[in-house]
């Protein structure tokens, strides 16, 4: 199994230097070589190699493994993204025929070719992808929200009492919300209201996804799995806060300083678990880690080591987050309208908010609002 | 949801209870030593339980369906979640069943809990079963991957729908798909699902899948209000069917309908007379007997609901937006010619302006909206891009107090990957945040055995290894995070990189190392003189290349043999060497060289003491300029000697160049001439004074070179 994962870990290697610097690069030559030495190893042993991915397990020449790496975990999700579920190597390949898989798998916007000895496919109607390609009913849009947040609540019971969230589900939710996106209809009416303090979370998870794609959509992204790992890592932002005391959680009243010690720890605590899944996109991790830190890095939790900036689709989410909480129903509050929610996420631009990313959500916003389309207005 | 898909096992609360105890029982086993009262105790509860359960029969099977378990075609309840943790146990082994057979023992139950609280196993070793030899009444099933259809040369999108669903259609016969699947009949068409029923119900001998995909179909089709739509698609689906299976789906939507008529209550659109009326026919043609409940059902649908098939209602009970969403919507109303005029009148009666606003809420994804160039929002979300934050928000985790000790080593090991991959692409930086972290954590004391055990690899022959497997790869694009790589791990990596530039054969890359190198001034010394003494010339020449910026003395006496070595490029690198720390040894081989009568060690010779300005060679410069000495030198070789002298700018030579300033000749005059303008342009190198009177003869040549040159140091000398 070395040899499998000495030539996934080069081939990887070299697709991320096709990306990083270019195709022609010779390092791209040089790891085609070691992963092409290293998947002889593999053929003369076995014969071929063929790598499936199937229910979140990998299975290589038959052989089921929980946990393969982190780089067989990406070529999986390259190879997701072309809507393939299975790649078989066969003795004869060679290194020309490897070197230009790595450079189709690399291509974001184009269908991989054929190859006379590597044969690619998919399983069957299971694979993830599958769900995501139907057009979702809309015939009644409160009905659909409503099945999208009772398959949230869903994920995060699943999370709560099992350890585990349903992938196949998170990412059904976001090829509903992908579908959805592509019918002209009011993102506002898109957004659902807790109808008890219970719900809260799930809604606000189910908004917050729908608001953070609906914006990376609107700035021009189309890709439809980076739509849904934006709409996942929305959806997961706060999975952190199932690990915090109800008691602190529930409070009504003030926190304590140890109190807010410990709700400050939701984000470590989400990144932690989030990042132990496996299946889930990085990006989810990134974003649960620093949804609270803020454009100018002075939030929560505090940086040890280095100051990254915020990822853009923690920006994203950060705007969602705010936005939906301010208009919703709180113990301690009523929800604000649209405007007035807007208004007071405008002096924070630059502070916490990236001001690009907001004012595009402005526009937006009040566009839909504005029209009297069913906002908040 | 409870799913009954035949009856409740009479036992079944029992079976709950033990499958309770089988989790609480792998989990203690999966914490706590066999002899630990916590795991005596819970297998005792689950044993208790089992053989409760087989006074009433001789076996029990627990069939993982994918969140749950499946006892005797009964599925238990997914929402507990015990029932759940335990189905997740087996899943996540490939389990797919496991009989427990009357006679199992204790000893068998802890071996077969040890096994699924995965203690047994090493995670990322392949999920092997485990032989059942020690376990004859404990049955276990495992996924058989060999039985996976592949479809070879497609992908997801481009599968044609129908392949899909004709596997989604099977699973369905096979009772293998789940609850939440069943969602996924409503996309098929008609059309599609006569077409497959059709080509299943050839092979089905016995009509009992048939009858399963029938019932599974007519129990969606009218879970919800039965509308026009679903009415619409059974006459479809009736229309596509052939005979013998259209009379079974007959026979089936009519058993169906009249056990629960509730759940077909019409919805407020109320549904079409005529299609009821169809449905009818269709029913008394296949001579299908109808039951009294269906038949009022369908009397019930058949006349017109209040209101409901007023398509002037629509307009009330529609907002306006409503009538801009494309969705099943907009497809009812462009079904009727009075929808379509009520559509189009509002078309025209609607202001421009909001007509436009509406237009531009439609086109919502015309590029003018970009905020953001594009490419750098694609580039946000390249797995690159994705894996440094990544990678940062796990350094943060794993200084974080709040990190388990099981939680950091997951850490250390993902840290181990990612920094292996930031290394084949040359991102060295990355690399060097990873051992910085550690470091820290070091100083901490966090974690300390964990952390000094993961830190000992960065600093490992290995790690150095692949760096330079690496940086000889990516070159010099990545020269800057190299250099600081190299400089974090200061005097260690010294000795690794020494050995990599003895043979290196690019020249490319050895200048690139000896750029590393150098930061390091004299700490090389001990590793290139021990290299030196390598008996392959590249090696030699290499180190003392190396050894060139080293600036240290002690050097000289291990260089000094190599001046006179055999192979040229050695002694070349070894004379460098020397004269960058001005050794009188170097003089006298260059002078040796001078007077040597070989034309290749001349050269040689007058190229360094010109480089490298030896003043000590200007006493056999000079002769053999005039022509005295051994070697008489050629046109080209004289420029390349005036040049030198120029360069040593010793005084001593000017009579020599004094004297082919007022040479006269009739042939080849032209190379006299060379030379003489040669000498003007090196004269700026000595101080003026001693060079003014060829100066002032300068000014009034013939040769314009000459005098330009004469005039700006003329001026120069003025000032």
Redesign the interface.
């Given at each position: 199994?070395e040899n499998v994962r000495a030539f996934i870990?080069?081939l990887?290697?070299a697709v991320?230097?096709c990306?990083?610097?270019s195709k022609d690069?010779?390092?791209v030559t040089?790891?085609t070589r070691k992963s092409a030495a290293a998947l002889d190893v593999v053929l003369r042993e076995s014969g071929a190699l063929e790598i499936?991915y199937?229910?979140h397990?990998f299975?290589?020449n038959?052989?089921?493994?929980?946990?393969?790496?982190?780089?067989a975990a990406?070529l999986i999700?390259?190879l997701q993204r072309?809507?393939?579920?299975?790649v078989?190597f066969l003795p004869g390949i060679t290194i020309d025929e490897l070197r230009q898989f790595i450079v189709e798998i690399q291509e974001?916007d184009r269908?991989?070719p054929?190859f006379t000895n590597i044969?690619?496919?998919?399983?069957?109607?299971q694979?993830d992808?599958?769900?995501t390609?139907?057009?979702p009913?809309?015939?009644d849009?409160t009905s659909f929200v409503s099945r999208q947040v009772d398959m949230t609540r869903g994920i995060y019971?699943?999370i709560s009492?099992?350890n585990?969230p349903?992938i196949s589900?998170l990412r059904e939710i976001m090829g509903n919300f992908a579908a959805a996106f592509k019918?002209?209809?009011?993102v506002l009416r898109l957004l659902s209201h807790a109808k008890s303090r219970e719900e809260y979370t799930y809604v606000h998870a189910t908004n917050v996804s729908v608001l953070s794609m609906f914006q990376m959509?609107?700035?021009?992204?189309?890709?439809k799995s980076?739509l849904a790992?934006v709409g996942i890592a929305g959806l997961l932002h706060d999975v952190g806060k199932l690990f915090i005391s109800s008691v602190v959680l529930e409070k009504r009243g003030t926190l304590s300083a140890n109190e807010w010690e410990e709700m400050k720890?939701h984000p470590?605590?989400g990144?932690?678990y989030l990042?132990?899944v496996q299946g889930l996109?990085?990006?989810a991790?990134?974003v649960a880690?620093?949804h609270h830190l803020g454009q100018d890095g002075k939030g929560y939790?505090a940086?040890?080591?280095?100051h990254?900036d915020q990822?853009?689709?923690t920006q994203v989410v950060s705007i969602s987050d705010v936005f939906d909480a301010l208009r919703s129903v709180r113990p301690y509050r009523k929800g604000l309208e649209t405007e007035e929610v807007l208004h007071i996420m405008q002096k924070d631009s630059g502070r916490i908010f990236n001001p690009?990313?907001l004012?595009?959500f402005i526009r937006?916003t009040q566009?839909?609002s504005g029209?009297?389309?069913?906002g908040q207005k | 949801m409870d799913q009954e898909i035949e009856k409740i096992p009479p036992d079944i609360k029992l079976v709950g209870e033990a499958v309770v105890a089988l989790n609480v029982s792998c989990r203690n086993v999966g914490i706590y030593p066999r002899n630990h009262p916590a795991v005596e105790l819970s297998l005792n509860r689950a044993f208790d339980l089992f053989r409760r359960i087989f006074e009433v029969r001789s076996s029990l099977s627990l069939v993982v369906a994918e969140d749950t378990l499946v006892i005797d075609n009964y599925r238990l309840d997914r929402k507990n979640a015990a029932y759940r943790q335990f189905a997740g146990l087996l899943n996540r082994l490939n389990i797919v069943y496991v009989t427990f057979l009357k006679a199992f023992t204790k000893d068998e139950l802890y071996i077969f809990q040890h096994y699924v609280s995965g203690q047994a196993r090493d995670p990322s070793s392949p999920d092997v079963p485990f032989d059942g030899k020690d376990l004859p009444d404990i049955q276990v099933g495992f996924v058989d991957y060999k039985r996976f259809s592949v479809e070879e040369g497609k992908t997801l999108q481009d599968m044609p729908r129908e392949d899909l669903w004709e596997m989604y259609i099977a699973a369905l016969s096979a009772g293998t798909l789940n609850a939440e699947d069943l969602e996924e009949l409503d996309e098929i068409s008609a059309e599609v699902f006569s077409r497959i029923v059709n080509r299943m119900y050839e092979e089905d001998a016995d009509g009992k899948s048939a009858e399963r995909i029938f019932t599974f179909y007519t129990q969606r089709l009218f879970r919800r209000p039965f509308a026009n739509e679903n009415m619409k698609r059974l006459i479809e689906l009736l229309g596509g069917l052939l005979p013998g299976p259209r009379e079974k789906f007959l026979a089936v939507v009519a058993d169906v309908l009249s056990k629960d008529v509730r759940e077909a209550a019409p919805s407020p659109d109320g549904v079409s007379p005529d299609l009821v009326m169809s449905l009818i026919d269709q029913l008394e043609s296949g001579e299908i007997s109808v039951p009294e409940s269906l038949r009022n059902l369908l009397d019930r649908l058949q006349r017109p609901a209040a209101g409901g098939n007023d398509p002037l209602s629509l307009m009330g009970s529609h907002s306006v937006d409503d009538i801009f969403l494309p969705s099943g919507m907009q497809d009812d109303k462009s079904g009727s010619p009075l929808e379509r005029t009520i559509f189009d009148t509002f078309q025209t009666s609607a202001s421009d302006t909001y007509q436009e606003e509406i237009r531009k809420l439609a086109d919502f994804s015309s590029p003018e909206r970009f905020v953001i160039p594009l490419a750098r929002l694609r580039k946000e979300f390249d797995d690159d891009t994705i894996d440094k934050a990544f990678h940062l928000v796990i350094f943060e985790m794993m200084t974080s107090d709040a990190v388990s000790e099981d939680e950091y080593r997951q850490f250390i090991q993902t840290l181990r990957e990612q920094t292996s991959q930031f290394m084949m692409t040359g991102q060295y930086r990355q690399v060097l945040q990873a051992v910085k972290l550690l470091r820290f954590n070091i100083e901490r004391d966090r974690f300390a055995d964990l952390t000094r055990e993961a830190v000992k690899q960065y600093y490992s022959g290995d790690f150095f290894l692949s760096f330079i497997d690496s940086f000889r790869m990516m070159g010099s694009q990545v020269r800057d995070e190299a250099w600081e790589f190299c400089e974090f791990f200061g005097e260690m990596i010294v000795p690794h990189l020494i050995n990599a530039l003895a043979n290196e054969d690019s020249k490319t890359f050895r200048s690139l190392l000896m750029g590393c190198l150098k930061q390091f001034g004299e700490a090389i010394v001990p590793d290139a003189l021990k290299a030196l003494d390598d008996s392959r010339w590249f090696v030699k020449r290499n180190m003392l290349s190396l050894l060139i910026g080293s600036r240290s003395r002690e050097i000289i006496p291990h260089v000094r043999p190599y001046c006179r070595d055999e192979n040229r490029k050695v002694s070349l690198e070894a004379l460098k060497c020397l004269l960058g720390l001005q050794d009188e040894f170097a003089t006298e081989v260059i002078g040796e060289y001078l007077r040597s009568g070989s034309e290749e060690d001349f050269e040689l010779a007058i190229a360094l003491a010109g480089s490298f300005r030896v003043r000590g060679t200007v006493a056999d410069l000079v002769p053999a300029l005039e022509g005295k000495g051994t070697t008489r030198p050629g046109p080209e070789q004289k420029l390349l000697m005036i040049r030198a002298m120029g360069n040593i700018g010793d005084p001593g030579c000017l009579d020599a160049f004094r004297k082919i300033l007022s040479t006269k000749v009739l042939f080849f005059k032209k190379n006299v001439e060379r030379m003489k303008e040669e000498i003007y342009g090196t004269l700026k190198k000595f101080s003026y004074e001693d060079v003014e009177d060829m100066v002032q003869s300068g000014l009034k040549s013939r040769n314009r070179h000459i005098r330009e040159e004469s005039q700006r140091l003329s001026r120069k000398g003025e000032r």
């Open positions: 199994m870990s080069a990887m290697a991320s230097n990306a990083l610097y690069h010779p390092s040089d790891l499936m199937v229910e397990k299975v290589i038959e052989v089921p493994f929980s946990e393969m790496g982190m780089q990406k999700s390259r072309k809507g393939i579920s299975y078989k974001t269908k991989l054929a044969k690619t496919g998919v399983l069957d109607v694979a992808q599958a769900k390609d139907g057009d009913d809309m015939s849009i019971h699943d009492q099992v585990t349903n589900a019918k002209p209809v009011n959509e609107s700035l021009g992204l189309a890709d980076v790992d720890l470590l605590s990144a932690k990042s132990s996109p990085h990006l991790t990134v880690f620093q939790p940086l040890r080591m280095i990254p990822h853009i689709c690009v990313l004012n595009n937006r566009l839909f029209l009297g389309l069913g | -």
